[in-house]
Protein backbone atom coordinates (compact mmCIF):
# COMPACT_ATOMS: atom_id res chain seq x y z
CA UNK A 1 0.00 0.00 0.00
CA UNK A 2 1.55 3.47 -0.89
CA UNK A 3 1.55 6.26 1.46
CA UNK A 4 -1.23 8.11 -0.08
CA UNK A 5 -3.38 5.24 -0.25
CA UNK A 6 -3.11 4.09 2.96
CA UNK A 7 -3.78 7.90 4.18
CA UNK A 8 -7.30 7.74 2.21
CA UNK A 9 -7.68 4.46 4.16
CA UNK A 10 -8.04 6.16 7.58
CA UNK A 11 -9.67 9.54 6.64
CA UNK A 12 -12.41 6.82 5.23
CA UNK A 13 -12.03 4.81 8.80
CA UNK A 14 -12.42 8.11 10.43
CA UNK A 15 -15.67 9.96 8.33
CA UNK A 16 -17.01 6.54 8.82
CA UNK A 17 -16.73 6.70 12.82
CA UNK A 18 -17.58 10.46 12.44
CA UNK A 19 -21.26 9.22 10.63
CA UNK A 20 -21.52 6.40 13.20
CA UNK A 21 -20.81 9.25 16.24
CA UNK A 22 -23.65 11.49 14.84
CA UNK A 23 -26.39 9.23 14.30
CA UNK A 24 -28.45 9.01 17.55
CA UNK A 25 -31.47 7.56 15.71
CA UNK A 26 -29.26 4.43 14.59
CA UNK A 27 -27.41 4.38 17.90
CA UNK A 28 -29.59 5.71 20.72
CA UNK A 29 -31.85 2.75 22.81
CA UNK A 30 -35.39 2.82 22.26
CA UNK A 31 -37.61 4.61 24.77
CA UNK A 32 -41.05 4.77 25.49
CA UNK A 33 -42.23 8.46 25.44
CA UNK A 34 -45.58 9.96 26.42
CA UNK A 35 -46.83 12.72 24.57
CA UNK A 36 -49.76 14.71 26.36
CA UNK A 37 -50.52 17.24 23.27
CA UNK A 38 -49.68 14.26 21.12
CA UNK A 39 -53.04 15.74 18.53
CA UNK A 40 -51.87 19.08 18.50
CA UNK A 41 -49.77 20.81 16.05
CA UNK A 42 -45.99 20.78 18.03
CA UNK A 43 -46.91 17.51 19.74
CA UNK A 44 -47.82 15.70 16.62
CA UNK A 45 -44.46 16.61 15.03
CA UNK A 46 -43.04 15.34 18.07
CA UNK A 47 -44.63 12.52 18.51
CA UNK A 48 -43.57 11.99 14.47
CA UNK A 49 -40.03 12.62 14.90
CA UNK A 50 -39.72 10.05 18.07
CA UNK A 51 -41.76 7.65 15.85
CA UNK A 52 -39.11 7.70 13.15
CA UNK A 53 -36.22 7.70 15.52
CA UNK A 54 -37.22 3.61 16.49
CA UNK A 55 -39.06 5.01 20.10
CA UNK A 56 -42.10 3.76 21.32
CA UNK A 57 -44.67 6.17 21.93
CA UNK A 58 -48.00 6.33 24.03
CA UNK A 59 -50.44 9.55 23.24
CA UNK A 60 -52.63 11.07 25.51
CA UNK A 61 -55.62 12.93 24.81
CA UNK A 62 -58.67 13.77 26.10
CA UNK A 63 -59.92 12.34 23.21
CA UNK A 64 -57.95 9.82 22.32
CA UNK A 65 -60.17 8.24 18.95
CA UNK A 66 -58.51 11.44 18.05
CA UNK A 67 -55.12 10.00 17.47
CA UNK A 68 -55.47 8.11 14.22
CA UNK A 69 -51.91 7.27 14.29
CA UNK A 70 -51.26 3.87 12.14
CA UNK A 71 -47.57 3.31 13.32
CA UNK A 72 -46.67 -0.14 15.31
CA UNK A 73 -45.29 1.67 17.94
CA UNK A 74 -48.05 4.17 18.44
CA UNK A 75 -50.39 3.71 21.27
CA UNK A 76 -53.08 6.08 22.10
CA UNK A 77 -54.73 6.86 25.65
CA UNK A 78 -57.21 9.03 27.19
CA UNK A 79 -55.71 11.78 29.97
CA UNK A 80 -55.99 14.79 30.95
CA UNK A 81 -52.74 16.82 32.39
CA UNK A 82 -55.11 18.07 35.35
CA UNK A 83 -55.86 14.58 36.85
CA UNK A 84 -53.69 13.14 38.68
CA UNK A 85 -54.80 9.58 39.02
CA UNK A 86 -54.60 9.35 35.32
CA UNK A 87 -51.39 10.41 34.99
CA UNK A 88 -49.84 8.25 37.28
CA UNK A 89 -51.28 5.36 35.83
CA UNK A 90 -50.42 6.67 32.37
CA UNK A 91 -46.54 7.37 32.65
CA UNK A 92 -45.61 4.94 35.49
CA UNK A 93 -42.82 2.66 34.02
CA UNK A 94 -42.38 4.93 30.81
CA UNK A 95 -38.72 6.92 30.26
CA UNK A 96 -39.58 10.02 29.47
CA UNK A 97 -43.21 12.18 29.22
CA UNK A 98 -43.54 15.10 26.94
CA UNK A 99 -45.80 17.89 27.60
CA UNK A 100 -46.88 20.12 24.68
CA UNK A 101 -50.50 21.28 25.71
CA UNK A 102 -51.76 24.32 25.54
CA UNK A 103 -55.41 26.38 26.22
CA UNK A 104 -56.80 28.10 29.74
CA UNK A 105 -59.16 27.41 31.93
CA UNK A 106 -62.88 28.31 31.99
CA UNK A 107 -61.44 31.40 34.00
CA UNK A 108 -58.13 32.73 32.44
CA UNK A 109 -55.96 32.41 35.21
CA UNK A 110 -52.18 31.51 34.75
CA UNK A 111 -53.29 28.80 37.49
CA UNK A 112 -55.53 27.04 35.61
CA UNK A 113 -53.90 27.34 31.76
CA UNK A 114 -53.26 23.54 30.78
CA UNK A 115 -49.36 24.36 31.01
CA UNK A 116 -49.60 25.42 34.41
CA UNK A 117 -51.77 22.41 35.23
CA UNK A 118 -49.60 20.03 33.78
CA UNK A 119 -46.82 21.40 35.50
CA UNK A 120 -48.22 20.64 38.52
CA UNK A 121 -50.06 17.91 38.27
CA UNK A 122 -46.56 16.12 36.84
CA UNK A 123 -44.24 17.72 39.53
CA UNK A 124 -47.08 15.88 42.49
CA UNK A 125 -46.79 12.88 40.56
CA UNK A 126 -43.17 12.63 40.19
CA UNK A 127 -43.15 13.37 43.90
CA UNK A 128 -45.35 9.94 44.54
CA UNK A 129 -43.56 8.11 41.82
CA UNK A 130 -40.02 8.82 43.81
CA UNK A 131 -37.22 7.37 42.43
CA UNK A 132 -38.86 5.35 39.76
CA UNK A 133 -40.53 8.80 37.90
CA UNK A 134 -39.54 9.29 34.72
CA UNK A 135 -38.38 13.28 33.31
CA UNK A 136 -39.97 15.61 32.08
CA UNK A 137 -39.63 18.00 28.99
CA UNK A 138 -41.93 20.50 28.71
CA UNK A 139 -42.88 23.01 26.09
CA UNK A 140 -42.74 26.70 27.18
CA UNK A 141 -43.77 29.94 25.97
CA UNK A 142 -41.53 32.19 23.90
CA UNK A 143 -42.84 35.49 25.50
CA UNK A 144 -41.45 34.06 28.75
CA UNK A 145 -37.53 34.32 26.90
CA UNK A 146 -35.58 37.41 27.58
CA UNK A 147 -34.86 40.11 24.25
CA UNK A 148 -31.57 41.62 24.23
CA UNK A 149 -31.88 41.43 27.97
CA UNK A 150 -35.63 42.71 28.23
CA UNK A 151 -38.24 39.81 29.74
CA UNK A 152 -40.23 39.06 27.27
CA UNK A 153 -43.69 39.25 29.28
CA UNK A 154 -42.87 43.01 29.83
CA UNK A 155 -42.95 44.01 26.82
CA UNK A 156 -46.53 42.31 26.06
CA UNK A 157 -49.80 45.07 26.55
CA UNK A 158 -52.00 41.97 27.63
CA UNK A 159 -54.77 42.67 29.84
CA UNK A 160 -55.44 40.41 33.02
CA UNK A 161 -58.86 38.05 32.65
CA UNK A 162 -58.23 37.59 29.23
CA UNK A 163 -57.05 34.22 27.03
CA UNK A 164 -53.66 35.56 26.22
CA UNK A 165 -52.67 36.81 29.89
CA UNK A 166 -53.81 33.52 31.01
CA UNK A 167 -51.79 31.71 28.29
CA UNK A 168 -48.58 33.29 28.50
CA UNK A 169 -48.52 33.88 32.19
CA UNK A 170 -49.55 30.34 32.36
CA UNK A 171 -46.29 28.99 30.55
CA UNK A 172 -44.23 31.75 33.16
CA UNK A 173 -46.17 29.55 35.99
CA UNK A 174 -45.48 26.30 35.18
CA UNK A 175 -41.67 27.29 34.84
CA UNK A 176 -41.55 28.99 38.29
CA UNK A 177 -43.07 25.91 39.64
CA UNK A 178 -40.79 23.35 38.37
CA UNK A 179 -37.72 26.06 38.96
CA UNK A 180 -38.93 25.50 42.55
CA UNK A 181 -39.22 21.82 42.20
CA UNK A 182 -35.66 21.08 42.84
CA UNK A 183 -36.83 16.93 43.74
CA UNK A 184 -37.97 16.86 39.99
CA UNK A 185 -36.27 15.85 37.05
CA UNK A 186 -37.68 18.76 34.36
CA UNK A 187 -36.59 20.19 31.50
CA UNK A 188 -38.73 23.53 29.74
CA UNK A 189 -37.94 23.80 26.09
CA UNK A 190 -39.17 27.47 25.17
CA UNK A 191 -39.05 28.32 21.65
CA UNK A 192 -38.79 31.69 20.47
CA UNK A 193 -41.48 33.82 20.19
CA UNK A 194 -44.26 34.54 17.88
CA UNK A 195 -43.61 33.88 13.92
CA UNK A 196 -40.04 33.12 14.63
CA UNK A 197 -41.25 29.75 15.05
CA UNK A 198 -42.70 28.69 11.86
CA UNK A 199 -43.17 25.14 10.03
CA UNK A 200 -40.24 24.38 7.39
CA UNK A 201 -37.31 21.94 6.95
CA UNK A 202 -35.72 19.28 9.42
CA UNK A 203 -32.02 20.75 9.34
CA UNK A 204 -30.92 19.48 12.65
CA UNK A 205 -28.02 22.19 12.50
CA UNK A 206 -29.78 25.07 15.09
CA UNK A 207 -28.34 26.35 18.44
CA UNK A 208 -29.34 25.24 22.26
CA UNK A 209 -29.37 28.61 24.65
CA UNK A 210 -30.78 29.48 27.77
CA UNK A 211 -33.16 32.29 29.07
CA UNK A 212 -32.07 34.80 25.90
CA UNK A 213 -33.97 34.18 22.45
CA UNK A 214 -30.94 33.27 19.76
CA UNK A 215 -30.74 35.42 17.04
CA UNK A 216 -29.28 34.35 13.85
CA UNK A 217 -26.37 36.32 11.63
CA UNK A 218 -29.61 37.85 9.62
CA UNK A 219 -30.50 39.69 13.18
CA UNK A 220 -33.91 37.63 13.74
CA UNK A 221 -34.60 34.92 15.57
CA UNK A 222 -36.42 31.98 13.88
CA UNK A 223 -36.61 28.14 14.05
CA UNK A 224 -38.71 25.02 12.08
CA UNK A 225 -41.30 23.41 13.95
CA UNK A 226 -38.94 20.18 12.75
CA UNK A 227 -36.62 21.05 14.70
CA UNK A 228 -37.65 21.72 17.47
CA UNK A 229 -39.17 18.77 17.23
CA UNK A 230 -35.75 17.22 16.93
CA UNK A 231 -34.52 19.21 19.92
CA UNK A 232 -37.00 17.32 22.13
CA UNK A 233 -36.02 13.84 20.81
CA UNK A 234 -32.31 14.91 20.87
CA UNK A 235 -32.88 15.85 24.34
CA UNK A 236 -34.55 12.52 25.44
CA UNK A 237 -31.40 10.49 23.52
CA UNK A 238 -29.53 12.91 25.75
CA UNK A 239 -30.05 14.72 28.50
CA UNK A 240 -28.03 17.78 28.73
CA UNK A 241 -30.54 19.93 30.33
CA UNK A 242 -32.37 18.35 33.16
CA UNK A 243 -33.49 20.94 35.63
CA UNK A 244 -33.24 23.77 33.12
CA UNK A 245 -35.24 26.24 30.75
CA UNK A 246 -33.64 25.91 27.24
CA UNK A 247 -34.61 27.59 23.78
CA UNK A 248 -33.53 27.65 20.28
CA UNK A 249 -33.36 29.28 17.20
CA UNK A 250 -30.74 29.38 14.49
N1 LIG B 1 -43.43 30.53 20.02
C1 LIG B 1 -43.91 29.92 21.08
O1 LIG B 1 -43.50 30.13 22.22
C2 LIG B 1 -45.00 28.90 20.88
C3 LIG B 1 -45.57 28.76 19.63
C4 LIG B 1 -46.54 27.80 19.46
C5 LIG B 1 -46.96 27.05 20.56
N2 LIG B 1 -46.39 27.23 21.77
C6 LIG B 1 -46.86 26.45 22.92
O2 LIG B 1 -46.78 25.09 22.58
C7 LIG B 1 -47.85 24.37 23.17
C8 LIG B 1 -48.55 23.55 22.09
O3 LIG B 1 -48.96 24.40 21.06
P1 LIG B 1 -49.73 23.85 19.76
O4 LIG B 1 -49.85 24.99 18.84
O5 LIG B 1 -49.12 22.58 19.33
O6 LIG B 1 -51.16 23.56 20.43
P2 LIG B 1 -52.49 22.98 19.76
O7 LIG B 1 -52.25 22.56 18.36
O8 LIG B 1 -53.57 23.98 20.02
O9 LIG B 1 -52.75 21.69 20.64
C9 LIG B 1 -53.04 21.82 22.00
C10 LIG B 1 -52.92 20.44 22.61
O10 LIG B 1 -53.12 20.55 24.03
C11 LIG B 1 -53.84 19.41 24.43
N3 LIG B 1 -54.55 19.74 25.68
C12 LIG B 1 -55.16 20.92 26.00
N4 LIG B 1 -55.67 20.84 27.24
C13 LIG B 1 -55.39 19.59 27.71
C14 LIG B 1 -55.66 18.91 28.90
N5 LIG B 1 -56.35 19.51 29.91
N6 LIG B 1 -55.20 17.66 29.07
C15 LIG B 1 -54.53 17.03 28.06
N7 LIG B 1 -54.23 17.62 26.88
C16 LIG B 1 -54.66 18.89 26.71
C17 LIG B 1 -54.78 19.11 23.29
O11 LIG B 1 -55.09 17.75 23.34
P3 LIG B 1 -56.59 17.14 23.22
O12 LIG B 1 -57.50 18.26 22.82
O13 LIG B 1 -56.43 16.07 22.19
O14 LIG B 1 -56.85 16.61 24.59
C18 LIG B 1 -53.91 19.43 22.09
O15 LIG B 1 -53.19 18.30 21.68
C19 LIG B 1 -48.75 25.43 23.82
O16 LIG B 1 -48.46 25.47 25.18
C20 LIG B 1 -48.34 26.71 23.17
O17 LIG B 1 -48.52 27.85 24.01
C21 LIG B 1 -45.41 28.14 21.96
Do not use: C
Not at 139 to 150: A, K, Q, S
Request: glycine fraction near 12%; avoid cysteine; proline fraction near 4%.
Amino acid sequence: MTHSSSLRSVAVRVVALLALISLPALTAVASTIVIYGASGNLGGKIVTEALNRGHDVIGVSRNPASLDVNHSNFSAVGGDVSHLESMLEIIRGVDVVIVSVGGNGIDYTPENSAANQAALTFIQAARQLGAASPRVIQMGGGTTLFDNGVFGLDRLDVEEGTARHGLYFGHWQALLNYRAATDVQWTVVSPPPGAALHPGERTGVFRLGEDEVIVGENGEASISEEDLAMAYINEVEDPQSIGKRITIGY
